[in-house]
């Protein structure tokens, strides 16, 4: 990094810092145009004033250090991985979260130019200098946004599927775990998870699986569901799964699943009913 470029942008910074972040501001409000409502009042502002200080500062003390590597950049790093994953969560595009890098580009040359004056030369590479610096700041706000947006998918992911596997007590001592959609590795876990500590905490030896709602059953998916009814059995729980639709029967006897071990049944009324009768109940019609 060139320290007569590093100290030429700082002193721009520093003279200009009121015209600039006017400038910077107001470019970034045109560019957001209605979505500036995903801010709060004067937060634009005031990050854009602190992400001018601290780019000051690592200009200043950071001459010959990358942007990348140096600790004297450390703050900028920061504050633009803070705003980034901000705007990832609060439902900015990727161009809108770039635009606040890239929306300083105008303000900044052209003090860079009224200081500079008539050295056409020394313009020309302070022009590159600064687009090459803005660029790499812009890459690394894409970079931070985008694993930002992906951090929020994988919990929501997260959330999701604890949601979408409760385990309700249907009696005294028998669970129902009612599965929708398809069955993977980690939502597998997270089915056996639940079912488990829900056998703990009611003591229910008796936990019907439906999976009515599981679109297709492969290998990996009785697989699955045997993994989840052997931990049941180590915990003292016997499992029935329901849901079992002729399609579905098709497919386990033509991949050779056993499911010798295992109680099954076409509903989940039908298991129920199989169910109150091992705990020694039984549903009668009331004369």
């Keep these: 990094m060139s320290d007569s470029m590093s100290q030429l942008v700082a ?7 009121g015209t600039i972040l006017s400038a910077w501001t107001a470019q970034q409000e045109s560019d957001l145009s209605l979505r500036n409502n995903l801010l709060k009042p004067g937060e634009l502002q005031s990050q854009s004033q602190e992400l001018l200080e601290a780019l000051s500062g690592a200009l ?3 001459s010959g250090e990358s942007f990348a590597k140096g600790a004297s950049w450390e703050p900028v790093r920061e504050l633009l991985g803070r705003t980034s994953r901000s705007r990832a969560k609060q439902g900015f595009t990727p161009t809108e979260t770039a635009t606040v890098v890239m929306s300083l580009k105008r303000p900044l040359l052209s003090s860079i130019q009224r200081l500079v004056g008539n050295d056409t030369a020394k313009l020309a590479e302070a022009m590159w200098w600064t687009t090459d610096l803005l660029d790499r700041l812009a890459l690394f706000t894409m970079e931070t946004y985008q694993k930002g947006r992906e951090d929020v998918i994988v919990r929501q992911q997260q959330e999701l599927a604890e949601l979408s ?17 398809t069955l993977d590795s980690a939502r597998t ?19 019907i699986i439906d999976i009515t ?12 569901l045997l993994k989840t ?35 099954t049944k076409a509903t989940l009324a039908d298991a129920f009913a199989v169910a109150l009768a091992r705990t020694g109940r ?3 019609r009331k004369s």
Excluded: F, K
Excluded at 165 to 181: K, R, Y
């Design 11 to 17: 002193q721009a910074l520093r003279v200009d810092t």
């Design 60 to 62: 200043t003390q950071g």
């Design 165 to 181: 596997t409760p385990v309700v007590q249907l009696w005294d001592g028998i669970l129902a775990l009612p599965l929708i959609g």
């Design 189 to 207: 876990q997270v089915v056996m998870e639940s079912l488990l500590q829900a056998v703990v905490d009611t003591g229910s030896p008796i936990a």
């Design 213 to 224: 709602g599981v679109p297709l059953v492969d290998t990996l998916v009785a697989q699955h």
């Design 229 to 263: 009814v052997a931990a049941a059995r180590l915990m003292g729980a016997d499992c029935i799964i329901s849901g079992i639709r002729p399609q579905i029967a098709q497919t386990i006897v033509h991949l050779g699943v056993e499911l010798t071990d295992v109680i």
């Design 282 to 284: 039984s549903v009668s």
